[in-house]
């Protein structure tokens, strides 16, 4: 049986991402072991969310976050595992992190061909209260390292060659997308490795759900608004769509990706530039939903076309099912 077959031939991450490059006779296995070291940092950090409240790591360290949020000891933590791990790999050049005002770039004795931007804890609002929450990470390479600039991570998020999320919620799970489709990949504790569980994942065409925060509604723009009050009282005919909003962005997406919908985060008076950053939020996002069949669109472009002008820039973004960010789209084609 195939079930059978799964439980005695354990297909973990490593071995999926050795699998897919040995179609790639060119590569050196570079991508394996900067995966690796990123598999790590999760594990890490999933072990120390779980412990979180035990261990009293949960608190504020006394810093503000480059953003100007507070930071809590948990985010601190995760960033320092992940950049030291990343760095570790010798793979790396340059690594962006929410956490970091600057980037880091590495010493050229451990510098590799790749380029990592990511939010090691994302959604920290949400630790204490012990709901889901994720690293979301993208993954560029360069041609030349040996004079690394800023110039190559300010790249459209369509030059990814890779990009994932890991959700530390009532399991830990890996989605990641080589450029091939998405897959999913949960923890198995016991093992202490990641087990493919989500093979080839595609989103519905059509979802029933959509995710944004309404609180902000009084200041949305009009195809935002309009898009919403069609989610709540649709045309004669079909149902309206359930409202579910974690306000954690990995949980909000994964549920998305898996049961199909639509997440927004839009633009409004007091942000015109909507409040998720570009980089390590919204292009990982927007590559595993296109990789999955979906769609990912900023208000005005498809997100993954967007050139980054400074690492911590934020964007509007409208991403998941096909048909519904269709919709969103025709809506703002229609005001401009
Ligand atoms: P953070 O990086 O400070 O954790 O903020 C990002 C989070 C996302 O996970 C989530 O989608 C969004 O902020 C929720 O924002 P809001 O509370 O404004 O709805
Ligand atoms: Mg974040």
Known sequence: HAADALRTDLMTITRY???????HP?????????????????KFVCSSVNKAGLAKLIGLAGETNVQGEEQKKLD????????????????????????????TFVEPALRGRYCVVFDPLDGSSNIDCGVSIGTIF??????????????????????????????YGSSCTLVLSTGSGVNGFTLDPSLG??????PD????????????????????DGPTAKYVENCKFPKEGSSPKSLRYIGSMVADVHRTLLYGGIFLYPADKKSPSGKLRVLY????????????????????????????????????????????????????????
């Open 17 to 23: 991402v050795l699998n897919e490059q040995s179609k």
């Open 26 to 42: 060119e590569s050196r296995g570079d991508f394996t072991i900067l995966l690796s070291h990123i598999v790590l940092g999760c």
């Open 76 to 103: 601190v933590l995760s960033n320092d595992v992940f950049v030291k791990a990343l760095v570790s790999s010798g793979r790396t050049c340059i690594l962006v992190s929410e956490e970091d005002e600057e980037a």
């Open 138 to 167: 993208g993954i560029y390479m360069v041609k030349d390292f040996t004079e690394p600039t800023l110039d190559q991570v300010l790249q459209p998020g369509k030059n990814m060659v890779a990009a994932g999320y890991c959700m």
């Open 193 to 198: 490795e990641f087990i493919l569980t989500h």
């Open 201 to 220: 994942i595609k989103i519905p065409n059509k979802g029933k759900i959509y995710s944004v925060n309404e609180g902000n509604a009084k200041n949305w």
């Open 281 to 336: 939020e919204v292009f990982p996002m927007s590559f595993l939903m296109e990789q999955a069949g979906g769609q990912a669109f900023t208000g005005k472009e498809r997100a993954l076309d967007l050139v980054p002008k400074k690492i911590h820039e934020r964007s509007p973004i409208f991403l998941g099912s096909y048909d519904d960010v269709e919709e969103i789209k025709a809506l703002y084609a229609a005001e401009a």
